[in-house]
């Protein structure tokens, strides 16, 4: 299952900062706040290394197509780059360099040896086959050449890519590898099948990750998820198993939006049986037979009590931020508000779990993964959730505390615990020569 996409209307695209713009923005609030030291505020205002391919692939019909591949890499002080390729037509250098960053933040928040990467492949995947898809990834993979492995930079799942995509360029980078080296290779991606080294449970990890940093939330002001109603932008991996988990402890979904239309159902729509839909209707809610239709552009405004964008970055600004009706936003996407729409939600006493934080689930899912590649081992679900129950808590009590003692918001106090520990590690180390 790959994740679903949503944009608003172009119409509303000029009142979005820019993606680096808000990168910049969050990191420059919690630099001032700790008062980062000058010198590695520079370090980490840039990244290391930004990687541009261009590569051609013969299409199904005989066509040569180019491509255009990109891999920033923004810091590696606590360990190899981590990070996931999308494949969309909004890839570009910038976004690839905003999301490098936002993944090493994420990556120290959730206490891991790990630094920060993303990219991907500015294409639009429905327009091609399985095996053009397939050719394409292996191109690509092929490409990047020196620039991923397994103690270097290690990719992943992200948008309108999945576990089969991770198997291509695994069996495509081992085959790049001397014969006795390829075996020992099998980490240089995560996200994997289960059959081909993948984590079980990997599947469900970043929603299962949305959903119990919910459920932390609530369990704070002393109150459960029985009876709170949600709605998810994007129904895709991410969108549908934070549904799922979060149904499970009683609370009810009530709308939903993906690339192609909205949802409404205030009596609520079960979760099984609108994915089941999707499933046998190419992706799409559309004529969904247990909700109306809904305005598209008046979603964020629907009554409920917990917003859950899983889609693109971007999606609440200014222009809508005033229409949020939830009390508590998790921010199952990247990026997903930015600074002008925070500032509205913020000051109208709306929480927001910040994304490093609430989708960390999956990185987390993923370095269970490598360790389990590199010592030769198999973990079962039943070993998995629980480690990952504990992570995540760790992680959420960090942010909660240091947002409590420091009168912040969560968005703040994450970057702010995150930047110390790779501040701490350059004191430490010291910077060569």
């Not at 420059?28 to 692939?57: G, M, Q, S, Y």
């Not at 199904?60 to 810091?75: K, L, S």
């Not at 049986?273 to 109306?292: I, K, Q, R």
Request: proline content about 4%; glycine content about 10%.
């Amino acid at each position: 299952m790959t994740t679903m996409t949503t944009e608003l209307p172009r119409e509303k695209a000029k009142s979005k900062r820019g993606v680096m713009d808000n990168v910049m923005a969050q990191f420059n609030t919690a630099a001032d706040r700790i008062n980062l030291n000058p010198n590695i505020r520079k370090i980490l205002k840039i990244t290391n290394n930004e990687i541009i391919v261009h590569f051609p692939v013969k299409m199904d019909n005989g066509d040569m197509e180019i491509f255009t591949g990109y891999r920033v890499q923004h810091n590696n002080a606590l360990g190899p780059y981590k990070g996931g390729l999308r494949y969309h037509p909004t890839v570009d250098i910038d976004a690839a360099k905003a999301l490098a960053m936002w993944m090493t933040w994420k990556t120290s928040l959730a206490g891991l040896p790990y630094g920060g990467g993303k990219g991907g492949i500015q294409i639009d995947p429905s327009k091609y086959s399985q095996s053009e898809l397939e050719r394409i990834t292996r191109r690509f993979t092929f490409a990047l050449a020196d620039n991923i492995g397994p103690e270097h930079d290690i990719p992943a799942p992200d948008v309108n890519t999945n576990s089969q995509t991770m198997a291509w360029i695994a069996d495509t980078y081992m085959s790049t590898r001397p014969p006795a080296e390829r075996t020992a290779n099998q980490h240089v991606v995560t996200g994997k099948p289960d059959g081909s080294g993948g984590l079980e449970g990997r599947d469900r990890a970043t929603g299962y990750g949305v959903f119990l940093t919910i459920k932390f939330w609530f369990e704070r002001k002393n109150e459960t998820l029985e009876g709170k109603t949600f709605i998810v932008q994007g129904f895709g991996n991410v969108g549908y198993w934070a549904s799922h988990f979060l149904e499970g402890e009683g609370a009810k979904l009530v709308a939903v939006q993906d690339a192609f239309g909205s949802i409404e159902n205030q009596n609520g729509i079960k979760v099984e049986d609108l994915f089941n839909y999707t499933e046998s209707n190419n992706g799409s809610l559309v004529n969904f037979p247990d909700a109306e239709a809904s305005n598209k552009d008046e979603f964020f405004g629907t009554e409920c009590d917990i917003c859950i964008p899983a889609a693109l970055g971007g999606q609440i600004t200014k222009d809508n931020a005033m229409t949020v009706k939830a009390t508590l936003v998790a921010e199952g996407a990247n990026g997903p508000t930015d600074v002008d729409g925070e500032k509205i939600l913020i000051e109208r006493g709306v929480t927001i779990i910040p994304d490093i934080l609430c989708n960390s689930g999956g990185v987390v899912a993923s370095y269970f993964e490598w360790l389990q590649n590199r010592n030769g081992e198999f973990w079962q679900l039943d070993e998995v959730m629980p480690k990952l129950d504990k992570k995540l808590l760790e992680s959420f009590n960090k942010v909660y505390e240091y947002s409590e003692k420091e009168a912040m918001d969560f968005r703040t106090a994450a970057y702010c615990i995150a930047i110390k520990r790779i501040e701490k590690a350059y004191i430490q180390r010291g910077i060569f020569p």
